[in-house]
């Protein structure tokens, strides 16, 4: 069973930065595209970034040059980098694995 736990949320203040991690287990990590989505308070979820098993990266046109995704196949783990935070980037993060598995979430609130 694929399991995924996402940590490294928290409050930042406008400008900072935070990084996030999600575990992942009970599959054959490397071949598969992961990505990050969050969902803000009242709205619907949105796609955050993906990345596929060789690397290949897509962002949000809301987060690009802002964040970085990135994984380690070896530790099973994927990153998001983020840069530059803005008010407007609270939500719970959550993580997927090929968007059929999601971890529960984790929450970053950015506020001064």
């Known amino acids: 069973q694929v399991q995924l736990v996402e940590s490294g949320g928290g409050l930042v203040q406008p400008g900072g930065s935070l990084r996030l991690s999600c575990t992942v287990s009970?599959?054959?990590?490397?071949?598969?595209?992961m990505g990050w989505y969050r969902q803000a308070p009242g709205k619907q979820r949105e796609f955050v970034a993906t990345?596929?098993?060789?690397?290949?990266?897509n962002y949000a046109d809301s987060v690009k040059g802002r964040f970085t995704i990135s994984r380690d196949n070896a530790k099973k783990m994927v990153y998001l980098q983020m840069d530059s935070l803005k008010p407007e980037d609270t939500a719970v993060y959550y993580c997927?694995?090929?968007?059929?598995?999601w971890g529960k979430g984790t929450l970053v609130t950015v506020s001064s």
């Open positions: 009970g599959t054959i990590f490397s071949i598969w595209t």
């Open positions: 997927t694995h090929g968007m059929t598995y």
């Open positions: 990345i596929t098993g060789s690397g290949n990266t």
